[in-house]
């Protein structure tokens, strides 16, 4: 009889156990598609990211700083170029969105990166006009992110001779954050 009690007592702790194992197993195939899918849309990403920046061809640079000197004499390539390099900018945040979804990635990673890459679009009357016509046509873009951006260029300020936001300007709208 004792016997008999005991073999139950085993039957049902394996029994447990094996419930345990099954549960893991679930919680480990869950977090695998998980990372798979974040893997996905990283690398998907990547590659529209990567195609921007070829787009931009070899010297993009000049052009960045003929915007800055005399923005009435771009030519309409140059203006090409400034137009994927502000997308290029605004996918790369919109990108950190959408990974900021899975749980993989600490929550809000986005607008540290936003903060990077605004003033990159914002401190040209170019970039500036860029984002109005992105406004208007909403391409590509979350309201969240567009709201986002929207404060940020309000809090910049205007644009100063050379491009650049004073140093002022960045740290009031970092401060304001």
Not at 65 to 75: D, N
Not at 99 to 115: G, I, N, Q, S, V
Not at 117 to 126: V, W
Request: hydrophobic share 45%; proline share 2%; aromatic share 6%.
């Amino acid at each position: 009889m004792q016997l008999d009690k005991i073999s139950n007592w085993i039957q049902i702790g394996s029994s447990l156990l094996i419930v345990v194992g099954i549960v893991l197993v679930i919680v480990e195939l869950r977090q695998s598609k998980q990372l798979a899918q974040t893997a996905l849309l990283s690398e998907s990403w990547a590659v529209g990211i990567q195609r921007l920046n070829t787009e931009m061809g070899e010297n993009p640079i000049s052009t960045i700083t003929k915007a800055c000197v005399g923005e009435e004499s771009l030519t309409m390539e140059e203006a090409g170029v400034l137009s994927t390099k502000y997308l290029l900018h605004m996918l790369t945040i919109a990108r950190e969105k959408d990974l900021d979804k899975t749980a993989l990635f600490e929550k809000e990673t986005w607008k540290r990166r936003a903060d990077g890459n605004l003033p990159a679009i914002f401190r040209t009357k170019h970039g500036r006009a860029w984002w109005n016509e992105v406004r208007k046509r909403m391409i590509v873009l979350d309201s969240e992110l567009v709201r986002y951006a929207d404060d940020f260029l309000n809090k910049m300020g205007a644009v100063r001779k050379g491009c650049e936001p004073s140093m002022e300007a960045i740290a009031n709208v970092a401060v304001s954050k």
